[in-house]
């Protein structure tokens, strides 16, 4: 079975100072040690580049976009990118 996972589980799972990092990584590593595939699609990276570069005191990360773009790749490496097609929503799930 594959999941497709949210932006907020996907920066947990790369951030290692952030408090839910450990139960996020742990779930995420059982869910891949069962054989189950967990994607991310582009819209997850560009959220994640948004959450990153926008300052900390504005409930962001306060990254530079050099090191927005370097996590982006580890968050890459670490989980398959779905296609974005009708396929993946199905009609009518958003509204």
Not at 45 to 69: C, K, W
Request: aromatic share 6%; charged share 15%; proline share 6%.
């Amino acid at each position: 079975m594959g999941w497709l996972t949210d932006t907020n589980v996907v920066f947990r799972r790369v951030l290692a100072s952030d408090p839910l990092h450990e139960i996020v990584k742990t779930a995420l590593d059982t869910l891949i040690l069962r054989g189950e595939r967990v994607y991310i699609t582009a819209q997850n990276l560009v959220e994640f580049q948004a959450l990153a570069t926008r300052p900390a005191a504005a409930n962001g990360l306060g990254m530079t976009p050099a090191q927005a773009s370097m996590e982006a790749q580890q968050i890459e490496a670490l989980f398959p990118l779905a296609a974005e097609t009708p396929a993946t929503i199905p009609s009518g799930a958003l509204w």
